[in-house]
């Protein structure tokens, strides 16, 4: 498990393909991998990764199966590309973030960036499969960055985060630009209330529910909508707005 708060920015120094499967080299900052063994879990741009060797008190191994190259932009990493890095949450770490899994569920393009008084903002591509999950102000997690929903429009497919100066410094978003691809893992609480509450409706109107959805989506809302979220609008502790 991995809390979302980025713990600093390392360096990809090689990387080797192998058939299905990619090895990354990293170059990690001095002091990151103390205490660090084979078979460890470090979150390498919200992915979780596995410790395959450890070949100097900075240099490790990782191995990336085929399926998260598939899904995370990992298979477009290029020698000397940035990515943000943590270590797994020890037992009672604070969590100053929201619980990540470090399991991907997609990866979306920067569609937009603005600036305003020293705070950024990456307008994100939603997927469809993916928009009954985000919501405003809720918890959301970009190359492993625990993060706060600013605002969604689900219609038009695309969420926004800000951040603020120290999220900037202290990671690899702030030199996103339009056309740029991020990991995406969404809030697994959320999940789970949407879909035990999208089975509950399913359950309760059978035959009925085709024509409830199409009704609503005639006026441009989801069964979802009507459900008030009680983990998706939690006021987040300041370190998560990184």
């Known amino acids: 498990m991995f809390t979302g708060i980025v713990q600093g920015v390392a360096h990809i120094a090689a990387i080797t393909d192998n058939a299905s499967i990619r090895t990354l080299e990293i170059d990690f900052a001095i002091g990151f991998t103390d205490g660090l063994e084979i078979g460890g879990s470090v979150s390498v741009d919200g992915v979780c990764l596995t410790a395959t060797s450890l070949l100097s008190p900075t240099r490790v191994l990782f191995d990336v199966i085929l399926q998260s190259l598939d899904v995370t932009t990992l298979a477009d990493l290029a020698v000397g590309a940035a990515v943000n890095v943590e270590r797994a949450a020890k037992d009672g770490a604070e969590i100053g973030g929201h619980p990540l899994s470090g399991h991907v569920d997609f ?104 024509a409830l959805e199409a009704l609503l989506a005639e006026r441009g809302v989801a069964i979802e909508d009507l459900v008030k979220w009680p983990l998706a609008v939690p006021h987040l502790p300041r370190d998560a707005e990184r």
């Open 107 to 210: 990866s979306a393009e920067v569609a937009e960036v603005r600036e305003a008084a020293g705070n950024k903002a990456l307008r994100i591509h939603l997927p469809e499969k993916f928009r009954r999950y985000v919501f405003p102000k809720g918890y959301i997690a970009i190359n492993g960055c625990s993060l706060t929903v600013s605002e969604c429009d689900k219609q038009a497919g695309w969420f926004e985060i800000w951040l603020i100066p120290e999220t900037r410094r202290a990671t690899n978003l702030d030199g996103k630009a339009a056309g740029d691809w991020l990991n995406v893992e969404i809030e697994r609480g959320t999940q789970v209330v949407v879909d035990t509450v999208r089975d509950a409706v399913a359950e309760a109107l059978g035959d009925l529910r085709p």
